[in-house]
């Protein structure tokens, strides 16, 4: 992840989070499927 230095804000909003957890879960789901494709082949 990358550290985001913003003073402005300090909380980070409910829905930023959502966002997070799922592009991390797409990227976790992508890199199964790459490394079973790779355990196939």
């Given at each position: 992840?990358?550290?985001?230095?913003?003073?402005?804000?300090?909380?980070i909003?409910?829905?930023?989070?959502?966002i997070?957890?799922?592009?991390?879960?797409?990227?976790?789901?992508?890199?199964?499927?790459?490394?079973?494709?790779?355990?196939?082949?």
């Amino acid at each position: 992840m990358v550290p985001l230095h913003l003073p402005s804000r300090t909380m980070i909003n409910q829905t930023e989070v959502l966002i997070a957890l799922v592009v991390a879960a797409h990227a976790g789901v992508l890199a199964v499927r790459l490394a079973f494709s790779l355990y196939k082949a």
